[in-house]
């Protein structure tokens, strides 16, 4: 299988920022709200924690371990981190320029006002010391830099201060440096009182506290400056497949590790001193291109509070109300109603109750005698957890796939592993270097079968998703679940729980396609049958919705499928190695992006296939790791209403975004999609008010 050449590939990480860049161009959105634009800003810095912690992380490993090697894309290691600072810095100068030029004035005119330390009046003063002196300064504790004060252990991005001194202290010693460090335990955000501030909602970040009031700390020394800095580390867990002997323990030794891994950012406030940033550079054995000087708070992520904080519904998104599951009220029992013919569930438009009341039911049925379960991201507080600890307390054969692994939910999943444990559930781990990262549930109900001759029988039921079982993110992300007792695809899920499970051969699946095996070769069969139908003279289209397409043997063959002329849409969120538009090589594909209120998660899969139009949902992304290395099912839309439902919702409404869609370039940069027709086409609003008018 050939592959494509590095200059037809696009550099994976500046990807990411250019997703990140369209993410925070919703906060310049005169169209969305201003706590919502406020939102978008702090998801920018959590994504970019998360590029550091990992991708920039990465790329650091690969430099120490393979200074020569090169990225997918050719380009040297030294090369893209260089591109990565430039770009970063970049991005991250517009976000605090957004942040203190256009979306905090807006929220001020609203009544959403953030209490500086130099804006602060004698009251206003008084109150935030009384709070230094109660709530702060016991728990703080300063720590001098000297010979016998070595510097001290920062955790992963905690907010930490950096102080230059002058003055002896009791001892005698001449005072310079010292480090504060800010405990997580205290609030980053507090409310002053509406009658001391003047505004509806006054807040003061912690940072000002601690810099307003520091010099307590240090009685008769004089506090030359106090600066905020903070250091983001590689958290990727390593975990040897070859010498564990129990994934969990393995894992549960590792996890306090991630707090101090090796330093891949840092970030200080721009009035920090030269002199102080090289030392602290050094400290943390960094480059200056690994420093990002803020006008601002070091953590934008916390100012996330205050949309929790302020109860404004002008300055948010109307709240959401998803509609019922039609076919759900057909009966109060829901598996006459699954049996009576498949589900779809198009969240977050529709309820993710209907997922929970399935489970539920399960979990109190007298009849239902198995249920097992695959379990990626679910939350600290899960329903879904819960109906499963009451179906084993209950008696039912419960089996549970956890997946330990899941970035940065490591602990939650630990923690409900034992609590399924206790409550008599079978938790297995799925198979070690392979993340289980399928969205599978399946329920086996003994049943009274035949007309005449009434005999039990065994019937199971499936429900299978693109989207975590999260009720939460099920209100944030778009997915689509389908409920089924289809007895193949019931076998077919029953067959991959059992490989996750045991041990065996790989079985044929009738119908669903299986990551590390099956699904892979599928879609270089279907991609290539589309290049063949092309050729031919007939129609021939593909039509793909993802997060991120990277997987180079797949944008190989849709390079070959476009030279033969097949009419290739692409949907992708977020990074896209792929370039369309090339003449003579990928003339035939456009790859857009959509950014909006949700998050765009579903996987759709469509292939014209002369007219038959084969559509697959799933979890997996065309990347790499979801091929290859990970767990994964697609899962095909047979009923024919379904799929044209599914090809309508999630395909053709965005393909005629005209408003909140991003047109990727053949350099990798996007533009706005800004259509000359006077009609606006916003997919997500389209899609909210369609179900929003559809009959319960």
Sequence with gaps: MSMPSADSLLN????????????????????????????????????????????VAGLKEQLRDNPSGLTPDGMSVQQALQMVSERASALVAEQYRMLTH???????????????????????????????????LPVLTPMALDPAHPFPRVL??????????????AFGREAELAIVQAPRSLPRLLRMPEALSGHPHGFVLLTSLIQGFVHELFPQISVRGCYQFRVTRNSDLFVSDDDITDLREALQGELPARHFGDAVRLEVSAETP??????????????????YRVHGPVNLVRLMQVADLVDNPSLKYAPLVPAPVKAMAA??????????????????YESFSSVLELLQQAARDPDVMAIKQTVYRTGNDSPVMEALIKAAQ??????????????????????WAERLESAGAHVVYGVVGHKCHAKMLLIVRRELSGAKHRRVQLRRYAHLGTGNYHPRTARLYTDFGLMTANEQICEDVHNVFHLMTSTGGQVKLHHLWHSPFTMHPNLIDHIRAEARAARAGKRARIIAKMNALLEPTIIDELYKASRAGVRIELIVRGVCALRPGVPGLSDNIHVRSIIG????????YYFHAEGKETVYLSSADWMDRNLFRRVEVAFPVLDKSLKARVIRESLQIHLRDNTSAWIMQSDGSYRRKRSKSKTRHISQQELLARFSSVPG
């Design 12 to 55: 994976r990480e500046i990807g990411l920022l250019e997703f990140n860049a369209r993410v925070l161009a919703q906060a310049a959105d005169a169209d969305v709200p201003a706590l919502e634009r406020l939102k978008f800003i702090c998801i920018v810095s959590s994504n970019l924690d998360e590029f550091f912690e990992i991708r």
């Design 597 to 604: 209120r949700f998050l765009e998660h579903h996987r759709v």
């Design 102 to 136: 256009t979306v905090m004035p807006l929220l001020e005119k609203a009544g959403v006002y953030i209490h500086l330390t130099d804006s602060w009046t004698e009251e206003q003063r008084a109150w935030a010391r009384s709070v230094f002196q109660q709530d702060l």
């Design 394 to 415: 209950n008696g039912k054969e419960v089996t549970v796939v956890v997946e330990l692994l899941a970035r940065f939910d490591e602990e939650t999943n630990i923690n």
């Design 331 to 348: 009966s109060s029992n829901v598996f006459d109603v699954i049996r009576s013919g498949d589900i779809l569930l198009h969240h977050p």
């Design 274 to 291: 030269p002199a102080l940033t090289r030392r602290l550079l050094v400290e943390f054995g960094l480059q200056e291109s690994d420093c």
């Design 156 to 169: 992963n991005k905690s907010l930490n201060f950096i102080l230059e001194l002058s003055g002896k202290d």
